[in-house]
């Protein structure tokens, strides 16, 4: 991922859209050989056909982009996800997945002239009150698990961040522990309270990181950096569980490095593809 | 527990594998290597001044304090060696010298070769001070060198004190014996004062004699004055006298000659008186006659006078009576018969006249010169006879008279040969008497003089007399003043006099108390090192800690909530750190704690403040810059805190800051609290770092809040520690 990219567009000044496609088996081929369309995001509904019911999307974004100190992180995007879907936000290590989930979660400010409603807030205006409907899972520096301690105690932590400060919160036994992870779970085994992080799968512990993410009760999930389960198999199970909480209810936005991430999963529904091909680090997929 | 008390996972970690556990070892045990490691080294370095080894030199030759020999430097060598107040080396100049160049010793003290002598001198004549020389070497130690002036200067104070002892008795000996002079000379003032009392009523007798004097060389230059005068008569006179007595001379030899002519005369005399006598013997037949003669001359006379009165009487009568009857005829008228009478009468007068008849006076005188005839002629009878008489003796006495005239004549010889001595001598008196005369002036002008001298000295005796009334007043001052002066001087015994000694010797003595006392450098730094401790291991906890733990910002906690979450953790740690290391200095090091609770409780408020503090910080500033700020901040608060020297001593820069950096107040909250006399400073302390606690908290919560929202910068740091 160290490739350089300077796209001569870029060097033009010439606006560059993310192509959010759907349905797309195949990475979505560079932007940069296709006709440059126009500033208006073009958003291809993942329901086919006609709405059997009005959409209500989670997030809707139009000129979405951040650029910091040392140039873009990414955009600008055009992107609308509708509410209870699983969207994939595929781009390169470096290319600003992280920076777009974070600023959809209401992490993250964007540029001035960016256009951004998630669960129905203006952001970033409404930061908090998005920061409360939305949670986090899987990124790096952010919802890191103490490696050496049990999952209990994780859980535990985020339950007593979680309830009012008044409130006792008890030892998480295997039962409580069930019912908050269950839904994450799914038919995978849990692990007991008493296991370590470190003695943890890695998809249990991408799993219990998504599970204390729902602990919040979140309308929007984002999951970041799915590829850190290395094993494409175990990957699966991953996307299937993120699959099952989109379909839920909760709109989940989850990032992968791998461009060809959707066409090589097997999905009950294919979920939305939001490729970043600009930002520093955006190569065009082989 | 409460949700919010919950240190989440933060500490948990730790709990497994051996590395995480030493860190949290490390992080309760690094306070403990700053406080206690420090304390204890710094323990009681004053009390270990005994293993300082330091030369000492006596090159002290000694002296003598009265009649005893003095060895001072030997005395306060064996002071310093028996108090063990450093690891004294006795040794020699050379070695000293040698030994502090090359660290041997760390300063070389020298009591040097005049020490007694100088000590000596404090009662002589030229007093001097008597010095010990320290030579110091900083190369060796610049502590050590401070450290031992220190010493040095308790030595010089304990030597001066015990030395300048025995020369204050010294002196003081002195002292008593001027007393007793004092007295002494008071007691002769006094006998002065009665001396001159005498003195000046004998200088007034003296005045009064000298007056007196004075009157009479007056006097005696008067008589003087006379006697010149007469001495120069007298030597006219002895002049005369000389010539005179020639003259004598010459007259006695004349007269000798005549004398013998006299004899011869006399002898003659003496025939012719023998011839004499026997032809008077008619002329005395005669002389009776004529005596027989008169008697009756003067018998017939006699009767002639008687008769010549009976008729001079009558003839009155008969011319009275006449007289009468002729006034009676006048009258009668018969003038004729009156002027016959008065004729007759007249007639009777002249015949009567012419008659001469002798007067009654006549008669008288007459009669009067009768006896003297009478007389005359037994007169001339007698004479006669004596004549007669007379001349007998006179031929007897011619006779003699020849004999002694001859005798006159030898006598004359002899008085002219005297007169010629008389001369001779009367020559001789008159030089004398002219040198008298010279003499006798002289005497008046000595006398004058004298007169002259007397009356001066008779004013000078009198001037003497007032001089001695002065002397006597001065006397009884300088009795009375002596007297003073000994009893100012005081009167000691000689355990008075001992401790007058010791008093002056060291006059002024330290009496210090304290409010609170810490009991050596340890116990004093302590407040200084458990905040610096505290400082340190909060950096560390914070090294090994989240200040914000990222967790609970990707949670909708509240800021506070995050903060909290990253605080508690440290927190329990902090709370470690000040039991091991408040249990490590109690028990370990020896740290006494006037108030132990005060004193644990104020120690875990530094802690929480400091932690809070450096999480504020890392949180406002990010986790490298943070850490740059907390090791910045540590150095300004080392500097500034005055927790080794009193910040007044540090520069305007240092005092600035001073009490704007919570250290500073936790050192001094800590000073109450282990050593005692706690008062509003403590409570002042717990006030601002209970604020500087409760701030940085609410700073990290507020600050929390915001860091839920995430920059690229903090996604992406460009810098990490």
Known sequence: MTTPHDHPQRASGAPRHHRTTTTSPLPTTAPTAAPAPTSTATVADASPGADPAPTVLAVHAEQLRLHGRRGVVYGPVDLEVPTGTLAVVQG?????????????????????????????????????????????????????????????????????????????????????????????FGERPLPRTSTLVWDLDEVDAMLLRVALATAQHPDLLVVDDVDQVHDSRRRQTVWTRLEALAAAGTTVVASVASLDEVARMQWATLPQQITLATGPHAVPAA | MLSFTSTGTELRRFRRGLLPRLAVGAMVLVPLLYGALYLWAFWDPTGNLDRLPVALVDADEGSTLGDEPLHAGAQVTDELLDSDDLDWRVTDADAAAAGVADGTYYFAVTIPSDFSADIASAGGDDPTDARIEVTYNDANSFLASTLGRTAMAQVQSAVSSSIGEQAVDRVLVGLGSARDGFATAADGALTLRAASGDLSSGAHQVADGAASAADGASRLADGSQTLAAGTDSLAGGATQLASGAATLSDGAGRTATGAASLADGAGRLAQGAQDAVSSTVPLVDGAEAVSAGVDELAASTRTNAAASQTLTAALRTLQASLTTVAQQNAQAGDLATAGGIQ??????????????????????????????????????????????????????????????????????????????????GAGTLSGGATQLRSGSHDLADGAAEL????????????????????????????????????????????????????????????????????????????????????????????????????????????????????????????????????????????????????????????????????????????????????????????????????????????????????????????????????????????????AVLVGSLAITSWRAGRLRTWTLARLHPALSI
């Open chain 1, 92 to 184: 390169p290590q470096g290319g600003g997945r992280s920076s777009l989930l974070l600023t959809l979660a209401g992490r993250m400010v964007p540029d001035d002239g960016s256009r951004l409603t998630v669960l129905g807030e203006p952001l970033p205006r409404r930061r908090t009150a998005v920061q409360r409907r939305a949670a986090l899972a899987g990124f790096a520096g952010i919802d890191d698990l103490d490696e050496s301690v049990s999952v209990g105690d994780v859980v535990r932590e985020r339950l007593a961040w979680l309830s009012p400060w008044y409130r006792r919160t008890p030892r998480v036994d295997q039962g409580t522990f069930a019912r908050l992870a269950g839904p994450v």
């Open chain 2, 343 to 424: 004729q007759a009468l007249t007639t009777l007068g002249t015949t009567v006249e012419g008659l001469h008849l002798p007067t009654a006076a006549e008669q008288q005188a007459a009669l009067g010169r009768l006896p003297a005839l009478e007389q005359g002629a037994r007169d001339l009878s007698a004479g006669a006879a004596d004549l007669h008489a007379g001349l007998g003796t006179l031929a007897g006495k011619a006779g003699e008279l020849a004999s002694g005239a001859s005798q006159v004549a030898d006598g004359t010889q002899q008085v002219a040969a005297g007169a010629s001595q008389l001369a001779d």
């Open chain 2, 451 to 690: 007169a002259g001298g007397t009356t001066t000295l008779a004013q000078g005796a009198g001037q003497v007399a007032d001089g001695t009334d002065q002397v006597g007043d001065g006397a009884q001052q300088l009795a009375d003043g002596l007297e003073d002066g000994a009893a100012q001087i005081p009167d000691d015994s000689d355990a008075t006099r001992a401790d007058r000694a010791e008093v002056l010797a060291s006059p002024v003595a330290l009496d210090s108390s304290d409010v609170a006392r810490a009991e050596g450098f340890g116990e004093g730094f302590a407040p200084f090192f458990i905040p610096l401790a505290l400082f340190v291991g909060a950096l560390i906890t914070w090294l090994l800690l989240r200040p914000v733990p990222t967790r609970a910002l990707g949670t909708p906690a509240a800021g506070w909530r995050t903060a909290a979450a990253g605080f508690l953790p440290a927190l329990a740690i902090g709370v470690a750190q000040v039991a091991v290391m408040l249990g490590v200095i109690h028990w370990g090091v020896g740290l006494q704690l006037d108030t132990a609770v005060g004193t644990i409780a104020f120690t875990l408020l530094v802690a929480a403040t400091f932690l809070a503090l450096q999480q504020m910080l890392m949180a406002v500033l990010g986790p490298a810059a943070g850490k740059v700020a907390v090791l910045a901040l540590l150095m300004l608060q080392l500097a500034s805190s005055g927790g080794t020297y009193p910040v007044e001593t540090t520069p305007a820069f240092f005092r600035a800051i001073h009490p704007l950096l919570p250290m500073s107040y936790a050192v001094t909250g800590l000073r109450q609290t282990i050593t005692g006399g706690a008062d509003g400073r403590l409570w002042l302390s717990v006030a601002v770092l209970g």
